[in-house]
């Protein structure tokens, strides 16, 4: 099933239910081509730029995870949810968070997935424990080193993470990147094999923590990723259609 069997018309319920039906099934071969179980993969929609309706016709349709890329629309989104009686959505901040923002990262969020740098890390952790709260959080790994992407270095990471490991208003559960946007899917794979290879060395090294998850791949490269071990998945434009800006 491809985009090109419905009309761009979001006002049809059947294509947003369409689409997360073609991503799924796209999640579930990837995971099956590399001997994995499609259980163990989570799908995130990111629903940034788009309307609540849309999030709650897919709510209606299964899904359960959403991701936003700013905090602002994820809390307008999180409040609309609670007026309108949405319940069991599991929200993921997953875009860039200034550290003097930290504070609107601590809320009912399953998972923050771009801590990016050991000052994030700090207030994040003390503005958690004010709250009373133990954030779920990934460090944002810069995998390729351009300079125009947030990220801790690997060599960075490694050397930080045991004062990260000891902030104890957060919980850290794995890695995330994100991947240079590239005309073909199979150009990115590299970067999501760094990824992984860098997970499986911190694990040795630090096998008291939790490690349990790796965030890469989006609409262009997510069966890629899920093939080089991906255990979340943040997908937009493949489920929601084009966004009009940004
Ligand atoms: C927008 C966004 C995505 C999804 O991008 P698509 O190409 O539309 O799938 C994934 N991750 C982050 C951090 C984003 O900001």
Known sequence: MSTHDFPPNHDNDLFLAAQLAAVQARVAQAAARAGRDPAEITLVAVSKTKPFGMIAELAAAGQVDFGENRLEELWEKVDEAERT????????????????????????????????????????????????????????????????????????????????????????????????????????????????LLLDEIRQRFPQGDWRHLSMGMTNDFEVAIEEGATIVRVGTAIFGKREMG
């Open 85 to 196: 009686g949405l319940a069991g959505i599991r929200w993921h901040a997953i875009g860039t968070i200034q550290s003097r923002k930290s504070k609107q990262a601590v809320g009912p969020f399953a998972l923050v997935h771009s801590v990016d740098t050991r000052k994030l890390a700090e207030r994040l952790s003390r503005d958690a424990e004010a709250a009373g709260q133990r954030v779920a959080a990934l460090l944002e790994v810069n995998v390729s080193g351009e300079e125009s992407k947030h990220g801790f270095t690997p060599a960075g990471l490694l050397a930080e993470l045991p004062d990260l490991l000891a902030l104890p208003g957060l919980h850290i559960q794995g890695l995330m990147t994100m991947a240079t946007l590239e005309s073909e899917a199979e150009a990115t794979r590299p970067t999501f094999q760094r990824l992984r």
